[in-house]
């Protein structure tokens, strides 16, 4: 079966510029018709961390949110706090980040929603039934809303190869707990050179995996722990130090779950849109990016957030290298994210589509193509 994706390049001329064909994008590939009178929207993006300038512009986000009330929906911006120490690990920094980068009312017409709360402990467990879960942990203002829409940038990422749709919903929308359980199947140690025997992992722990020992400091009994990163994600002083420790393949399956865990309650009531601009070879998480590695390609549109990944990850595998960028002096590279990061993109799609998310053979739709530069 094949999916639609909708797809648009990104030359511009008057009455077709970047806002007239993300409007069009949207309208073509039904991404609107999810939403119904007074649905809240959960437009989930990835903020960019302070320094990055390659996420999606916030003027290109404001069509979305305009699309949505037009359909009589209440769309908010959301996005969950991370895992790592960064400007976006609370609510409170990850707000005031957003704002620097542009997504302020005035800007984009929809208010920011922190999607798993002040410290990233609001979410819900959701079965998914999967290889690596049976429950995950879905931030609860994207779980509860009516409908969801993934605006995702399309670019480099050190474990995942590259990140689009299903990395935006499923690492994007996992608590900071279970963004440590995709990272890590290794069990927490608790540093004593750290602890301060505040507490806090005893609390959190679900289990009673964790007690007080010598001198009072915390220590976790490897037999009884399950693993859920509770004490990872909410230890106050990073004294249980974060496992990334993961193959390429566990990640991938473990995120797509995660991306399932957002659609499936939801599976006529979530849709997608990549943008395929400032391909930068790292994550909008790195405080900074780099060149481009592909020239800006297009605006894809889908109600599959497997068919769209694909579909954008062969875009970029099809255009030429940029001049100057990490891989401005090689030339026929069939595969543009491997040779950058030297991962395989595929197990995230092709555990989308086992989970039944959608289909890796999809049917490319365009319109409003340079004709010297036609996609078939």
Known sequence: MNSTVIFSDM????????????????????????????????????????????????????????????????????????????????AVDHIETALKNGFGYETVGAPLIIADGLKGADYVNVPVNGKHFETVKISSAVHNADAVIAVSHVKGHDLFGFGGALKNL???????AGKQAMHSDLKPEVDPDKCTACGTCLSRCPVGAIERVEKNKAFIEADLCIGCGECVAFCPVQAIPINWETDEATIQEKTAEYAWGVVKPKKEKSAFINYVMNVAPDCDCAPWNDLAIVPDLGILGSTDPVAIDQASLDLVNRAPVMANSVLGDKKDIADKFRAVNNRNSSYIIEHGQDLGMGHKQYTLKSFWLNQSKKHS
């Open 11 to 90: 030359t511009t001329q008057a009455e077709k510029n970047l806002l007239d064909k993300t409007r069009e994008v949207l309208k073509k590939a039904g991404v609107t018709g999810i939403v119904e009178e007074n649905d809240l929207v959960a437009i989930k993006l990835h903020f960019g961390e302070e320094g990055n300038l390659a996420f999606v512009p916030p003027p290109l986000v404001r069509v979305v949110v305009e699309m949505v009330k037009e359909e009589g929906g209440k769309p908010f911006l959301t996005d969950a706090n991370t895992l790592y120490v960064g400007k976006r690990r609370n």
């Open 170 to 176: 499923g690492m994007g929308c996992g608590s900071p």
